[in-house]
């Protein structure tokens, strides 16, 4: 069965998932865009360089991954998906994501690990229900204050980036669990990772910090601080090293 049966089944079907990862697709047929019925669609490990804009008419979507491909843009489109809870784009070559994804207000996984992307639209604010963001193995200099806001976040992985600071805004993310921001550049810690609250591990291994603020220490249920392989001067605040069942790692 060729891809175009395929999709001709799915459709007579009305089938709510297609998999059409290791295809070898290069282009995306447009009858793939009939399927208003889908719900999940998987094109992982592709030959996918672009989408077109008719993915927005996907209206029903609810999980979107074309991970492994050679996607180098989104399309504005993208962000009329607006049901859309998980969205995985790793291993990729994208270098932004547009602004219309801060449409995407239902999203609750985000994977666009080991892209090249540069930088992060404030619109990643909007995503309030997210609980996993994946932006390990890119080049973002900057996060954005916004992802304060990302109040139900528990998982976020910003490992070998070329992050200098973390935003002071950090403190916000009342339900991270676990910050991973190992290989980076960080040379400090804003003070307001103290306000975090249900922190379980903070890993900053491979990074530039010399000091660690005393605050980490309020982190009430920390079990893990690795700070492997940093020019740390000196001890550790007492507060820290001290803590009862917490776990460091130098």
Same mark, same amino acid.
């Given at each position: 069965?060729?891809?175009?049966?395929?999709?001709?089944?799915?459709?007579?079907?009305?089938?709510?998932?297609?998999?059409?990862?290791?295809?070898?697709?290069?282009?995306?047929?447009?009858?793939?865009?009939?399927?208003?019925?889908?719900?999940?669609?998987?094109?992982?490990?592709?030959?996918?360089?672009?989408?077109?804009?008719?993915?927005?008419?996907?209206?029903?979507?609810?999980?979107?991954?074309?991970?492994?491909?050679?996607?180098?843009?989104?399309?504005?489109?993208? #962000? +009329? =998906?607006? %049901? !859309?809870?998980? @969205? &995985?784009?790793?291993?990729?070559?994208?270098?932004?994501? /547009?602004? *219309?994804? $801060?449409?995407?207000?239902?999203?609750?996984?985000?994977?666009?690990?080991?892209?090249?992307?540069?930088?992060?639209?404030?619109?990643?604010?909007?995503?309030?229900?997210?609980?996993?963001?994946?932006?390990?193995?890119?080049?973002?200099?900057?996060?954005?204050?916004?992802? #304060? +806001? =990302?109040? %139900? !976040?528990?998982? @976020? &992985?910003?490992?070998?980036?070329?992050?200098?600071?973390? /935003?002071? *805004?950090? $403190?916000?993310?009342?339900?991270?669990?676990?910050?991973?921001?190992?290989?980076?550049?960080?040379?400090?810690?804003?003070?307001?990772?103290?306000?975090?609250?249900?922190?379980?591990?903070?890993?900053?291994?491979?990074?530039?910090?010399?000091?660690?603020?005393?605050?980490?220490?309020?982190?009430?249920? !920390?079990?893990? @601080?690795?700070?492997?392989?940093?020019?740390?001067?000196?001890?550790?605040?007492?507060?820290?090293?001290?803590?009862?069942?917490?776990?460091?790692?130098?």
């Amino acid at each position: 069965m060729n891809l175009l049966e395929h999709i001709a089944k799915a459709k007579a079907d009305k089938v709510r998932t297609l998999d059409l990862s290791k295809q070898g697709i290069r282009l995306l047929p447009p009858q793939l865009f009939e399927l208003d019925t889908l719900e999940d669609l998987k094109l992982d490990g592709n030959k996918l360089v672009e989408l077109p804009d008719e993915i927005g008419n996907l209206q029903n979507l609810k999980s979107l991954s074309v991970s492994e491909n050679d996607l180098m843009l989104l399309p504005e489109a993208i #962000g +009329k =998906l607006s %049901k !859309l809870e998980n @969205l &995985y784009l790793g291993y990729n070559s994208l270098s932004e994501i /547009p602004e *219309t994804m $801060g449409k995407l207000t239902h999203l609750q996984k985000v994977n666009i690990a080991e892209n090249q992307l540069l930088d992060l639209p404030d619109c990643i604010g909007n995503w309030k229900e997210l609980s996993k963001l994946s932006l390990h193995d890119n080049m973002l200099s900057m996060i954005p204050k916004t992802v #304060g +806001k =990302l109040k %139900k !976040l528990t998982k @976020l &992985y910003l490992d070998n980036n070329d992050l200098e600071s973390l /935003p002071d *805004t950090i $403190g916000g993310m009342d339900s991270l669990e676990y910050l991973m921001v190992s290989g980076n550049k960080l040379m400090y810690l804003p003070d307001s990772i103290g306000d975090l609250q249900k922190l379980r591990e903070l890993v900053l291994d491979e990074n530039s910090i010399e000091s660690v603020p005393e605050s980490i220490a309020d982190c009430p249920v !920390l079990a893990l @601080l690795s700070l492997a392989q940093n020019p740390l001067s000196g001890e550790l605040p007492k507060a820290i090293s001290g803590k009862a069942g917490l776990r460091i790692e130098v």
